[in-house]
């Protein structure tokens, strides 16, 4: 059993930056595909980025490309997410995911989610 909790929201400014944290109870995280997902209120659950167990392959929804960077430390049982250049579209809970496969976790397939943690950029 893994559990997760993501820290680190807060209120930001547009063009700022914050660091959500994620971290992961149990002996087998290091074998766990991470992802990070978004809601803003009253719309869907959407993807923004995905790590590999190791931490050798990432990948990015489009609207975080190149603002976003997800990252993990599988000593301390972590996974990062750096936000830079944040915009008011960037508001809404932040959850992390977790999924031995890769694919599967980016599709929000995940076998563990975390509790969310409250992002919001002001204009």
């Known amino acids: 059993q893994v559990q997760l909790a993501e820290s680190g929201g807060g209120l930001v400014q547009a063009g700022g930056s914050l660091r959500l944290s994620c971290a992961a109870s149990?002996?087998?995280?290091?074998?766990?595909?991470m992802a990070w997902f978004r809601q803003a209120p009253g719309k869907e659950r959407l993807f923004v980025a995905s790590i590999t167990s190791t931490g050798d392959s990432t990948y990015y929804a489009d609207s975080v490309k190149g603002r976003f960077t997800i990252s993990r430390d599988n000593a301390k049982n972590m996974v990062y997410l750096q936000m830079n250049m944040v915009k008011p579209e960037d508001t809404a809970v932040y959850y992390c995911?977790?999924?031995?496969?890769?694919?599967?976790?980016?599709?929000?397939?995940?076998?563990?989610w975390g509790q969310g943690t409250q992002v919001t950029v002001s204009s």
């Open positions: 149990g002996r087998t995280f290091s074998s766990l595909a």
């Open positions: 995911a977790a999924n031995p496969f890769v694919n599967l976790v980016k599709q929000g397939r995940a076998n563990y």
